[in-house]
């Protein structure tokens, strides 16, 4: 039986690279507490990146957790139901009400269209994702929260490297928050980060990781540990330097995947409006039996493709009141993530598509 292929796989730069920088942890005894690495981390991440500050912390959900905590306000916060249950959760632990809109059955994105209706005077923030990678229709949400006096926190989580008219996508919005789990193109096993223009939101959002400290004195925020420790950032500094390699590979293993399956009219594809990093490759079938049929075939050779995002997180009945959202439940059941890392080859890429073909 042929090795097991997830549906991903982190990309981990070279052993010693990252034992190296170990070693300096090691003879410092510098473990957290926005140590050398982890500062190094957030400068390099921003160099790559072009944009000027990241305040790094210990997971993505956190840094969602934290950029609403920096708005200082609750009540409603609008968002996608097409996403991770923790772009929920985080709304939730922060006190605030997740209100869904429904997405764009092309993009799998937020629906701007739909948004405004549902803004109210509760409305504090909207939190759209740019799903899969895939950069959601920023002007339109931006010029939209302008218009109502409300703030736009990006649920960046799946969109290291993107761009968005020629500028990071991180620097969209009054927070953009990523995730560098083991899962994302970028990773350091655990850990996140919020990037903001607003130097004020910046320093308010390290306190709020330092438990609410200011200058380690007073407690000045209602703050929490949110802070990314120096193993974290040394993993994440050697995997940085891999990452145009690891960006490229999705691209062409995307491109593959899409050739091939694209002789079945019966796939569709995420549609791409400006810019997406292929960090998944999501393929919607006509109906949830072939899903489940591609998934049985898949799995018998050894094969693991996850159903991200299934179920629509607006049916979590034991977490939020259901709301109808017929186009992200249609979708939820139609769409399915083959696997897409650097360790598979393009065999396995071919392999994959040509099993799917099979099953239609
Ligand atoms: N917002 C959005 C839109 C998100 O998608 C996420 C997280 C967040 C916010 C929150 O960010 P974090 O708090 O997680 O930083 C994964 C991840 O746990 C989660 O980060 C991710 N999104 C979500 C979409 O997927 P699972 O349930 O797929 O994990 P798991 O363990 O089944 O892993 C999938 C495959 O990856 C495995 O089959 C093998 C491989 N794998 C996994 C791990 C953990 C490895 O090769 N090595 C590993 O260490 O959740």
New binding site residues.
Partial sequence: MRKPI?????SLAPLEEVNELMKSIWESGIMTHNGPLVQRFEKEVCEYLGVPKMVSCC????A?QMAIKALGKTGEIITSPF??I??ISSIMWEHCTPVFVDIDPETLNIDPKKIEEKITCHTVAIMP?H?FGNACEIDDIDEIAKRHGISVIY?A??AMGVHYKGRCIMEYGDMSCT??????MLNT????GVFTLNDELDAKLRRIRFFGFENHADIVEDGFNGKMTEVHAAVGIANLRYLDKALADRKTKYARYKEILGQNSDIRFQKITSDCNFSYFPAIFKDENTVLKVIEALNAVNV?P?R?FFPSVNTFSKLVPYVPMPVSEDIAKRVLCLPLHIRMTMEDVEMIAGATLDVL
Wanted: hydrophobic residues 40%.
């Fill in positions: 997830y549906v991903t796989m982190p997971n993505g959900t956190l969602l996403t991770f923790a772009t994702v799903v649920d989580a799946h995730s560098f789990h083991a899962t994302k096993a655990e850990g996140g693991f996850r991200y």
